[in-house]
């Protein structure tokens, strides 16, 4: 069963004066496991889809199912893990505090979790439990961020350009870690970024979206070999694999021709 199956999703805001259609007609799945990415210009909808898988707002057309079950059952029972662009952690809270965050606020124990302490070595801040977040690094604090995400062992991780404000060697550095926190935890990822390299590198299936309303307008699987490596970015399959998503992101008529 896919982890992750969107169908026919469409989402329309209303405003004071008029309505904003951000999604229309979007349908994607995501095998248990996967690494999926979405790609498209800004404003297209990828935050308000990621939003939408997480139960934060509610589809006004098509539907979600996570595991075969609706979103909010996952949201419920708390297997859902978001990473944002921000590390968005309490500033006055150690990073230990910070990453065993989602465990004291649970109101009933939760079903599934992981050690704090063991999650911080996973991505590789041991011997920063006791810091606060305003002395680390931004790589380091998303780290934290990450390590949040995981502690109640998530069915999915929903991941919104957590490296975007990240530079550029730190981000491939990040990229390498997280594939490798991935690979770990055997979760389902799907990730939202506007680099081409990034999704190539990081995905076993890349979405393509069209300006807004969004549609996906391609699916690329990505046949690289796992684990990735920096020495795959030289070669022709991952080139191919960027030219092709560049071709459909800047095509005339991104009309719904799917890339097998
Ligand atoms: N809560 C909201 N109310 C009204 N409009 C929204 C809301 N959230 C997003 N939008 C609009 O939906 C569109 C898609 O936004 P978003 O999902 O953030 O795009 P992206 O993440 O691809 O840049 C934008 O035009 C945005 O202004
Ligand atoms: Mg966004």
């Given at each position: 069963m896919a982890a992750l199956q969107v169908d026919q999703v469409g989402m329309t805001f209303a405003l004071e004066k008029g309505s904003i259609k951000?999604?229309?007609?979007v349908s994607l799945g995501l095998a248990s496991g996967a690494f999926g990415t979405i790609i498209g210009p800004s404003g297209c909808g990828k935050s308000t889809l990621l939003r939408l898988v997480a139960d934060i707002t509610q589809p006004t057309s098509g539907h979600i199912t996570l595991a075969g079950a609706p979103p909010q059952s996952a949201r419920l029972a708390r297997r859902i893990g978001f990473v944002f662009q921000e590390a968005t952690l309490l500033p006055w809270k150690t990073v230990m505090e910070n990453v065993a965050l989602p465990l004291t606020v649970?109101?009933?124990?939760?079903i599934a979790s992981r050690h704090p302490q063991e999650l911080i070595e996973l991505v590789g801040l041991k011997g920063f439990e006791q810091a606060l977040p305003s002395q680390l690094s931004g790589g380091m604090q998303q780290r934290v961020a990450i390590a949040r995400s995981l502690v109640l062992d998530p069915h999915i991780l929903l991941l919104d350009e957590p490296f975007g404000a990240l530079d550029d060697i730190t981000r491939q550095r990040m990229n390498l870690e997280l594939l490798r926190i991935w690979a770990e935890t055997g979760t389902t990822a799907l990730m939202v970024t506007h680099s081409l390299s990034e999704a190539v590198f990081m995905s076993d299936k890349v979405f393509v979206m069209s300006p807004r309303p969004g549609r996906i307008t391609a699916e690329l699987a990505i046949d690289l070999p796992r684990p990735r490596s920096q020495a795959m970015m030289k070669l022709p399959a991952f080139t191919d694999a960027i030219n092709m998503l560049r071709d459909q992101l800047f095509a005339p008529d991104a009309s719904a021709e799917l890339v097998a």
């Open positions: 951000a999604l229309e007609g649970a109101r009933r124990a939760p």
